[in-house]
């Protein structure tokens, strides 16, 4: 069965940080490009950062360039978002995807979680 589990939301205050985890069982994570997504309300949901299946490339959205990283650990099949400088434009509910390399199509969403950045 495969699993996306996002953790480490909250409520932050801007200025402060928060580090978001995503535990993946189920399927080759080694294999998958992963990739956080946010969607705030009544928006659409919106890229934030991907990382390759090795982690040796990464890329983000301009909003969040030099504030947040993303990174992962293939031994304990988890990525992770590092979130700095927050704002209260980065609330939102913030997904991860697994994207096979080699199987392309098969892609797999966690569920969600919440960051909501306020004083």
């Known amino acids: 069965q495969v699993q996306l589990v996002e953790s480490g939301g909250g409520l932050v205050q801007p200025g402060g940080s928060l580090r978001l985890s995503c535990a993946a069982s189920?399927?080759?994570?080694?294999?998958?490009?992963m990739r956080w997504y946010r969607q705030a309300p009544g928006k659409e949901r919106e890229f934030v950062a991907t990382?390759?299946?090795?982690?040796?490339?990464?890329n983000y959205a301009d909003s969040v360039k030099g504030r947040f990283t993303i990174s992962r650990d293939n031994g304990k099949n988890t990525v992770y978002l590092q979130m700095n400088n927050v704002n209260p434009e980065d609330t939102a509910v913030y997904y991860c995807?697994?994207?096979?390399?080699?199987?392309?199509?098969?892609?797999?969403w966690g569920q969600g979680t919440q960051v909501t950045v306020s004083s």
């Open positions: 990382i390759t299946n090795t982690g040796g490339s990464t």
């Open positions: 995807k697994a994207l096979d390399v080699v199987f392309v199509g098969r892609n797999y």
């Open positions: 189920g399927f080759t994570f080694s294999r998958s490009t």
